[in-house]
């Protein structure tokens, strides 16, 4: 009898609690692992996702600056205008106004130019591409908008015209600008966690 009862008697307060104590500590282990793990894959991904935006910005910048040309256009109502190319602070959200060639059209299947009216603003944190898909369009004509990157506390644009650099620059018929292309640009983002990204761009379908 006295057999049967060892036999059926379970474990003593003293196994349970230990046995809860180290699982404990395991379960504790595990959930700081797996925190670092899940916190490690966010921080890749969000360094990931700003390198591949920094290498989308890159390439529009040097297709855009690399294509520009000093031609005139009209605005959306018709009107001449009287920059043809500026950059830097344009007294409201652009950063840069140009017109660029290269506007690839496979085939001539589109009933357009190779040209496009490109701008650049800044506002609220994000940089931002306008397009639209008619040179000198009318202002029935949408505009296409790109978001390129958030997060950026300031951009800042310099010219560089062969001797000086230069914070700003207007190229159009006198007397509003100059009767050049810079022939570099330079553009540098600051952002919000104090990192700086800075490229230099040619300037000039000619050049």
Not at 34 to 52: F, W
Not at 69 to 79: A, H, N, R, S, V
Not at 86 to 104: E, F, H, I, M
Request: hydrophobic share 40%.
């Amino acid at each position: 009898m006295r057999d049967a009862l060892k036999k059926q008697a379970g474990f003593t307060l003293v196994e349970v609690l230990v046995s809860l104590f180290i699982f404990s500590i395991l379960s504790a282990s595990t959930l700081t692992v797996l925190t670092s793990t899940l916190q490690s894959k966010a921080q890749l991904a969000e360094k990931s996702e700003r390198l591949r935006q920094n290498d989308i910005l890159r390439v529009l910048l040097k297709a855009d600056f690399e294509n520009a040309l000093l031609i005139p256009k009209t605005d959306e109502f018709g009107q001449p205008m009287p920059i043809w190319f500026a950059g830097g602070a344009l007294g409201d959200n652009r950063v840069l106004v140009l017109s660029r060639t290269g506007w690839d059209n496979p085939g001539g299947i589109e009933r357009r130019s190779n040209l496009q009216s490109v701008e650049y603003s800044f506002e609220n944190g994000g940089l931002t591409r306008h397009v639209r898909p008619r040179f000198n369009a009318l202002s029935t004509v949408p505009t296409l908008d790109q978001s390129l990157m958030k997060g950026i506390r300031t951009v800042n644009m310099t010219f560089f015209d062969g001797q000086i650099w230069g914070q700003n620059w207007l190229s159009g018929p006198p007397p509003q600008g100059v009767q050049n292309l810079p022939v570099l640009a330079a553009v540098e983002l600051v952002f919000e966690n104090g990192e700086t990204l800075r490229q230099i761009f040619r300037v000039g379908a000619d050049q």
